[in-house]
């Protein structure tokens, strides 16, 4: 061991100088891992890939929910020069399936709840399970804990090779190039993350969202790095969250608006019963966040919160925190990665405060995984890529998002975005999770629909659906307020709060 380098940027480094302290916990079932038993999990799990023929420069797959496995075999491939892609736990066979093959995983590792589904697809590679042993499986926890605790001779810098969460469309794989590093270097990742919001060794980050999602994967593995204290939710719960903010004295955390809203809704008394005083930083992504949720928060957790507008393609990236929200209310910030551009439908770039597609020149280096004209078609002549959001662009240089292109609803020829619809229908305390979307009308082509998840002990009522209607008309124009509202138990949402109106909008287009 004493001759393998131990980098700045990875257990094995924190593992030498503190080989006791945490490396993350599973908050719902108590366990704790070191940073010597992450080390040696890692070096185990690396071992168990060459063995089983896996090599520098390929694919695996891990679908699992949050658990300590989770992050072990992540932390194996990424010293081993390994893409992985990690699969969400919500998909359904056909689009496991999809995803495993498309990105040319030459093993599955899962969780043994999955041990039906991998017998249905019968992926054509070899597949390890965690937890209860299954015949016709190889067993991941066996094969790890026979292996050396030693580094693989080979070791070479891993990435994620991470899939889009498909709200528009089938799912792509948004492919880095390996840098043919050893691991545990600098990398833009780290840089961007530690000088944005200050991950150290005294951080203790909560999250409350799945690893299979790449904010959340990737700063947990950032926190880690750095020799920070990762604590992982299984599941989001509102109440439980703010629990595990007092117990665990969390500094760091991370969230998306949905879960803001569900906190919010909480009872005063709850609220205030739980002591934040830790919290440094609070961040917020992966959809834009309604104005009066956000001063809520400020004025209820303080001038900590930062939030930042990217991808998982990591084209570029703004941000913002609390001073300079409250200077510019709604912007998602400047630009901290890349050049930002506003372009028109004719792909010349726009004058700041004219609404058009978000590019970004300079960005970081991405394709889409057997999809080239995918990647094509995100690119414009100038070479600056778009992941399809509008927005604009103040005199300043600070951005605020209008809605994604595909969400556009045209009623009459006029161009209607629908984030602004639901911002104002979320302001309404019976309202829990909204969506809007268009719907067909003879004469205007589609119209505006409302969408609505009431919070709980409101009732879905004609009543209900009026004064919903009458409290958009009352603060916005009246092309922008819906028509009509069907109330449902629940939104399609992804674990991080992406809004899937592509499975709404098929329930009212015939043969969509």
């Known amino acids: 061991m004493a001759t393998v380098p131990s980098h700045p940027y990875q257990p094995r480094h924190h593992m030498r100088s503190r080989p006791d302290a945490t490396a993350f916990a599973i908050c719902d079932t108590g366990e704790e891992v070191s940073f010597a038993a992450l080390e040696a999990s890692a070096n185990r799990g ?5 063995a089983a023929g896996i090599r520098t420069g390929d694919h695996i797959a891990i679908l699992m929910e949050n658990c300590r496995a989770f992050l072990e075999v992540c932390f194996a491939a990424d010293r081993s020069g390994v893409y992985y892609t990690t699969i969400s736990t919500h998909l359904t066979p056909d689009e496991v399936a999809y995803i495993i093959r498309d990105c040319g995983a030459r093993m599955v590792i899962a969780s043994d709840r999955f041990t039906d589904m991998l017998r249905a697809i ?3 590679c070899a597949v ?4 209860a042993e299954a015949v016709g499986f190889q067993h991941w926890d066996t094969a790890t804990a026979n292996a050396p605790a030693t580094p693989i001779a080979d070791e070479a810098q891993g990435l994620d090779m991470l899939y889009s969460s498909g709200t528009t469309g089938r799912p792509k794989g948004i492919k880095w190039p390996l840098t043919g590093d050893l ?10 993350l530690t000088g944005l919001f200050g991950y150290g060794p005294s951080t203790r980050y909560l999250c409350p969202a799945p690893l299979y999602h790449a904010a959340p994967l990737r700063h947990t593995m950032v926190t880690i790095k750095m020799g920070g204290c990762a604590h992982i939710m299984q599941k989001f719960d509102a109440e439980t969250a703010l629990r595990l903010l007092q117990d665990r004295a969390i500094t760091h955390s991370q969230w998306v608006p949905t879960m803001f ?3 919010l809704k909480l009872p005063e008394a709850v609220r205030a019963g739980y002591d934040l005083s830790a919290m440094r930083m609070a961040v917020h992504a992966a959809a834009p966040c309604p104005v009066d949720v956000k001063r809520q928060m400020i004025d209820w957790w303080g001038p900590i919160l930062h939030e930042y507008y990217a991808g998982t ?3 570029g990236f703004t941000a913002i925190d609390t001073a300079e929200w409250l200077a510019h209310p709604g912007s998602v910030g400047r630009a901290k990665l890349g050049v930002l551009h506003i372009c028109g439908d004719d792909g010349n770039e726009l004058a700041p405060g004219c609404e058009g597609e978000i590019f970004f020149e300079n960005g970081h280096q991405f394709t889409y995984h057997n999809a080239p004209e995918k990647t094509a078609a995100c690119t414009n002549a100038q070479g600056w890529t778009t992941l399809g959001d509008i927005g604009r662009v103040d005199a300043e240089g600070y951005l605020y998002l209008t809605d994604r292109k595909s969400f556009l609803i045209i009623s009459g020829g006029v161009n209607i975005y629908p984030q602004e619809t639901e911002d104002v229908l979320l302001g309404h305390p019976m309202v829990m999770d909204a969506a809007v979307i268009g719907v067909p009308n003879e004469d205007f082509g589609e119209e505006v629909k409302a969408v609505v998840q009431l919070v709980p002990g409101c009732d879905a009522s004609d009543a209900a659906e009026a004064e919903l209607i009458a409290f ?5 124009s009246a092309i922008k307020c819906p028509r009509s509202v069907t109330f449902r138990a629940a939104l399609p949402r992804s674990a991080t709060g992406k809004l899937f109106k592509r499975k709404l909008r098929a329930e009212f287009w015939p043969g969509a």
Do not use: F, K
């Open 183 to 192: 691991p545990g270097g600098r990398s833009m990742l780290i840089d961007l």
């Open 122 to 124: 019968a992926p054509r």
């Open 128 to 131: 390890y399970l965690t937890g």
């Open 46 to 50: 690396a071992h168990v890939l060459r």
């Open 313 to 315: 393609e990591n084209n």
């Open 472 to 476: 958009c008309r009352a603060r916005l």
């Open 261 to 263: 809203v569900r906190m």
